[in-house]
């Protein structure tokens, strides 16, 4: 069964902390990516992966950057918080043999409150 | 760009209702087209996909037909019960580009 995990159901964290957020896959898939889920914006792309230590940026990469040193973890980093960071975050994996036309599986998802 | 349109909700209905939730799309090329699922609490899930036109996707008993003359995807089911109050996202990925387009997401309420 394909599993995508991520490393915090919740969190709460204060304005200019540093924050990291954790997602591991055991599917062995090349891409992965970060999305944020706000009411009535749907998801949105921070940043994906599509091998290790490649990144791109996603539609809204400003005050986040991310990680990839191996395959399964791709984490992401808020490196000052701010409070219009506070959203829930969605990790993603997928194959890369047809580009978009892969099916992408996710994480339970982190809701993140910076205070 | 790419981009995809969904009816807002909340969508309520009562069980055994007939649901219909509407999505439409721009897009160059040929995109597969994708309803994905949240129930509360949980990450997105894969409900259906379609990859060509006239394709129709199906699951769990909802259907979707990719229809590329009027760039719909729209969702279907006959008979809804109350296990499928979630919010439903309708994506779209095009070959060449790993990322997926998603749609605001429509919100499901099914009353017994």
């Known amino acids: 069964d394909v599993k995508v995990t991520q490393s915090s159901r919740y969190l709460v964290k204060r304005t200019g902390e540093k924050v990291f957020l954790e997602c591991v896959q055991d599917?062995?898939?090349?891409?992965m990516f970060w999305y944020r889920q706000d009411p009535g914006l749907g998801l949105r792309l921070i940043y994906f992966s599509y091998d290790v230590k490649m990144k791109e940026k996603g539609d809204i990469p400003e005050g986040y950057s991310v990680s990839r040193e191996k395959k399964e973890r791709f984490s992401l980093i808020l490196e000052s918080a701010s409070t219009n960071q506070t959203s829930m975050y969605l990790c993603a994996s997928s194959l890369s043999e047809t580009g978009g036309t892969e099916t992408q599986y996710f994480g339970p998802g982190t809701r993140l409150l910076v205070l | 760009g790419d981009s995809v349109t969904q009816m807002e909700g909340p969508v309520t209905l009562s069980e055994e209702a007939f649901l219909t939730i509407n999505c439409t799309y721009t897009a160059t090329g040929y995109p597969s087209l994708f309803w994905y699922v949240q129930y509360p609490g949980e990450g997105l899930q894969l409900l259906l996909k379609?990859?060509?036109?006239?394709d129709k996707g199906s699951n769990k008993g909802f259907e979707a037909t990719y229809r590329k003359e009027t760039t719909s995807f729209h969702l279907e089911k006959g008979s809804v019960q109350v296990s499928d109050s979630a919010v439903y996202f309708c994506a779209l990925g095009n070959t060449g580009f790993q990322k997926l387009v998603f749609g605001t997401g429509t919100r499901l309420l099914v009353s017994p």
């Open positions: 379609a990859t060509k036109a006239d």
């Open positions: 599917m062995d898939h090349e891409n």
